[in-house]
């Protein structure tokens, strides 16, 4: 993959640090919708290692209602200004399904888009995605975030995505887009059967020869094995991305950047065999 300005060099894994700019996400909504607490905690997942940034204004947990365009624009811009005036070299996502709020996030100085319908909720992404070229997350989702977990069905979950992303990529690199990064979407339609399965045989869309992205950070797939709730998942979490590590993830999206770049890094250490 060609780096862009900001974009990290993926030839090692990396950590994608979540900035949930919304009232009502599942584990940090509310947290950080104030400009001071935003640059606050772009800082300390920094600090910590990240190499991105996911600035997002939409939640997208399961049963979540849909945020209309100008609400997401309202909750995303003036942020996303701040924090690059402020943090000019810092690599910058922002995760919108809306073509128009990609194109504008990149007017604004965003580095890559991390759309989680992989551009079937929006036509007008693809041909955006190729005129820019940018680093583009293809996600899978079965169904939308208000219905995605009432009855999710597969014939076979890790084959099903596989086909999803041939037919992405392929749309995708016919607009002339090529940076992109694939991303299965755990918990976005699935059971935990369905989860554990893609999680077990990640590997298997390395066969694209794009970077692969896991999304596991505090999700139910964990709390629904051990228990708890996504406050007691940070264990789990770890856990998890180790796997998801060895099985070939490229980029760990997480909550909680020390511990994932902790983890990168040990996993490092063993493939490295030091």
Not at 69 to 97: H, M, Q
Not at 104 to 121: C, H
């Amino acid at each position: 993959m060609k780096k862009g300005a900001n974009f990290p060099d993926l030839s090692s894994p990396v950590v994608m640090g979540i900035l949930n700019v919304t009232p009502d996400s599942f584990f940090d909504g509310g947290k950080y919708v104030s400009e001071k607490a935003v640059l606050q905690r772009v800082e300390e997942m920094l600090d910590e290692g990240a190499a991105i940034i996911d600035i997002g204004g939409s939640s997208t947990r399961p049963g979540a209602a849909k945020v209309s365009r100008d609400e997401e624009w309202k909750r995303i811009g003036p942020l996303l200004i701040a924090v690059r005036k402020n943090f000019g070299d810092a690599c910058l996502s922002v995760d919108t399904y809306y073509s128009l709020l990609a194109e504008r996030a990149l007017d604004l100085g965003a580095d890559m888009i991390n759309d989680i319908s992989g551009g079937t909720f929006d036509p007008g992404m693809p041909v955006l995605i190729g005129k820019r070229n940018v680093p583009y997350v293809i996600m899978h989702i079965q169904g939308k975030p208000g219905n995605m977990q009432q009855d999710p069905q597969y014939e076979d979950v890790v084959e099903d995505i596989a086909s999803y992303f041939e037919e992405r990529i392929n749309t995708f690199t016919q607009h002339g887009a090529n940076r992109l990064i694939l991303d299965p979407g755990f918990g976005f339609g699935k059971t935990l059967a369905h989860n554990y399965a893609l999680l077990n045989k990640l590997e298997r869309f390395k066969a694209f020869a794009y970077p692969v992205l896991a999304g596991i950070s505090r999700k139910s797939m964990i709390d629904r094995v051990i228990g708890g709730s996504p406050a007691d998942a940070l264990n789990g979490t770890s856990v998890l991305n180790t796997i998801a590590l060895l099985n070939g993830a490229n980029i760990l999206r997480v909550h909680d950047v020390r511990e994932a770049v902790e983890a990168v890094k040990l996993v490092g250490s063993v493939k490295s065999d030091i």
